[in-house]
């Protein structure tokens, strides 16, 4: 090479950038517990509209939150509750729920977050890790009791559809499993009414909520939050006021809410998207927050959106697909909406551009995260272009720190692809009474730094942003070749006959792995959502189905040969499930996917 032709790059390459980066801290982290931090937003919001719930006609004003909330402690505390004792809750979006959360933040009560969608395989593993083995669905509830040792439960006899009444009696008659339920709303039956504890805490001195709250801080752990378990079991991450305080608090920093803004929510309070990028973001910056509906709905959602005038609109990608799914009511006006959040699953590209383009959300922010961290991670700024939005989860959230590593544990130049690792405040303090799960995913660096070992795959731009590519134990393998399931499911959703894709490994005699694609086509009858299993549905008859060899054609055309899937499923088609299994919280549960594709290969599905 001649020094004619050489340029500054050849001549001095420039060093290898490795995968790490640490977010800003200039902004101090807020010392305060969640009941402090309702307190001090009272002083400064305390008559402005907190939180409204439209199917129950609830209208809260920050006072009214904390003054029912301090009668709810008050009467905990005359039940014998103490800070460190564990509360269970299980109910769908209300009033009722926020003013229990609150209650046991300012006792210092570490609430346990029921999920009242659990599937039933998340339910076996409750059964065989408290030594319960029975399949009945009051053993397994019993089971989370038992090894959280809730004293109280707060719960409704109805969640959405769900009947939980005969449940409830259950427990009742159930010697040991808790003291006593209290029925936030509807018929209370033998148990106790949520407006019996609303007396009683209301007859009690200040003064017994002072001297029993004393001993607790920031730090302790206030939260048992369960996780949606993807790729395993449910696990209860342990987090704590600090964490949830500030975590909720940068997020809606990137999102820029004021006092002014209104939130439509209707991810469930069960869930971190729900409680902490809900709720809890809005709190911290003296907004409005507005649940929809018990459990998610459609068609209250976009009624909200309207009447409320609502700013904001959270949701993961299957709730947006609902909306979107539908015909605007008469009427409709959502010239408010500038921003909200579109996480918790991976997000098709023309779903944001229906955020934009439809909705009007200009400034929505992309945002990754996990229960064990707080949640939030990653999240893209307001006013950062829609381009980096459509493609990134944004850059490192404040005072978080995060790399990609190896299979061996090593930090990755950037621009190649690991698991993504995060450290710093936000960290569970562990797994609930599971240190085997804990020391899987937590581990601490040569320097002695403790790591979150996340199990999602990412890589790292140069600008600092990064992106989400699936989760590490997705990636498919085959011949030695990585491939990709979201590159291929972002492929096939292009395809004009496509409206649905997950792609899964199936074994494979000779390559040990192949790809596997679940398809739905456009027209079809949407493919219903289920828990805990594949069933029903049926698609249209008039929806134009493309040959499998067609798919493949329009996957290689992009992609490489050996990402055309070999298996190809039509949702609802064929003895095909219509439904897909998800998690509580709206996640595919790629594992039970992977298992029925392998299935149905074995039974002899054609195949490439």
């Known amino acids: 090479m001649s020094l004619e032709t050489a340029t500054e ?25 969640l009941g402090e931090l309702l307190d001090f937003q009272c002083k400064r919001y305390g008559s402005k509209e907190c939180l409204v719930v439209p199917w129950t006609g609830a209208r809260w004003t920050y006072d009214r939150l904390r003054e029912e909330s301090i009668r709810l402690a008050k009467a905990l505390v005359a039940r014998g509750l103490r800070p460190g004792d564990r509360i269970g809750i299980m109910a769908g979006n209300c009033e009722q729920y926020v003013s229990v959360f609150f209650a046991c933040m300012k006792l210092g009560c570490i609430l346990v977050i029921l999920n009242n969608t659990y599937t039933a395989s998340e339910a076996l593993y409750a059964l065989k890790f408290t030594g319960t083995f029975s399949f009945a669905p009051f053993d397994w509830i019993r089971s989370l009791f038992e090894v959280t040792e809730c004293r109280i439960l707060f719960a409704t006899p109805q969640i959405g559809h769900h009947d939980n009444g005969q449940l409830l009696r259950q427990l009742r008659q159930e010697p040991g499993t808790v003291e006593e339920i209290i029925i936030l709303r509807g018929p209370p039956s033998h148990f106790t009414p949520y407006t019996t504890l609303l007396e009683t805490g209301a007859i009690e001195s200040d003064k017994i909520l002072e001297a029993a709250s004393k001993g607790f801080s920031c730090h302790d752990v206030c939260n048992l939050q369960f996780t949606s378990g993807t790729t395993g079991n449910p696990k209860a991450a342990m987090l704590t006021h600090h964490s949830l305080v500030n975590n909720s608090r940068f997020i809606g920093d990137r999102m820029a809410l004021t006092d002014q803004d209104v939130l439509c929510c209707p991810p469930p309070l069960f869930h971190c998207f729900g409680l902490v990028l809900g709720l809890l973001a809005i709190i911290t910056h003296g907004g409005k927050v507005v649940y929809p509906a018990e459990t998610f709905d459609a068609v209250a959602c976009l009624r909200v959106i309207s009447e409320e005038r609502c700013t904001a609109l959270h949701g993961v990608p299957a709730m947006f697909d609902s909306i979107f799914s539908l015909p605007r009511p008469e009427g409709f006006d959502c010239s408010a909406l500038r921003t909200g959040i579109i996480a ?20 929505f922010t992309s945002s990754y995260g996990l229960t064990e961290a707080s949640p939030t991670c990653f999240n893209a700024f307001h006013n950062d272009p829609t381009s980096l939005k459509l493609t990134t989860v944004g850059q490192v959230m404040p005072h978080a720190h995060a790399k990609i590593v190896d299979r061996q544990g090593r930090i990755v130049p950037v621009g190649e692809r690991g698991e993504l690792c995060i450290a710093g405040y936000q960290l569970q303090r562990g797994y609930w009474r599971n240190a085997e799960k804990t020391n899987e995913v937590m581990i601490r660096d040569g320097d002695g730094v403790l ?5 999602d795959e990412a890589v790292f731009h140069r600008d600092k942003t990064c992106t989400i590519t699936g989760r590490f134990k997705d990636i498919i393998i085959r011949g030695g070749e990585n491939i990709y399931p979201l590159e291929i ?13 997950i792609v899964v490994g199936v074994k494979h005699a000779r390559y040990g792995e192949v790809v596997a694609a679940f398809l739905q086509r456009c027209g079809s009858t949407p493919a219903t959502t289920q828990r805990g299993g594949i069933g029903g549905g049926y698609p249209s008859p008039t929806a134009h189905r493309p040959s499998d060899e067609n798919i493949r054609e329009w996957v290689r055309l992009k992609l490489g040969r050996h990402k055309g899937p070999a298996h190809i499923f039509w949702l609802g088609e064929d003895g095909i499930p219509a439904t897909v299994p998800l998690t509580g919280s709206g996640k595919v549960r790629k594992f039970e996917l992977a298992q029925l594709a392998g299935q149905l290969v074995t039974k002899g599905r054609p195949k490439l």
């Not at 050849?10 to 305060?32: K, Y």
């Not at 991976?346 to 959300?361: I, Y």
């Not at 790591?451 to 199990?455: D, K, Q, R």
């Open 344 to 363: 918790g699953a991976p997000v098709p590209r023309h779903l944001m551009e229906l955020m934009v383009n439809e909705l009007g959300m200009t400034e």
């Open 489 to 501: 499911e972002s492929r096939l959703v292009q395809h004009e006959a496509i409206d649905r894709a």
């Open 451 to 455: 790591w979150l070992h996340t199990g």
């Open 9 to 33: 790059t050849t001549l001095f390459p420039s060093p290898t950038v490795l995968s790490i980066l640490h977010g800003d801290s200039e902004v101090p982290l807020l010392d305060f517990t």
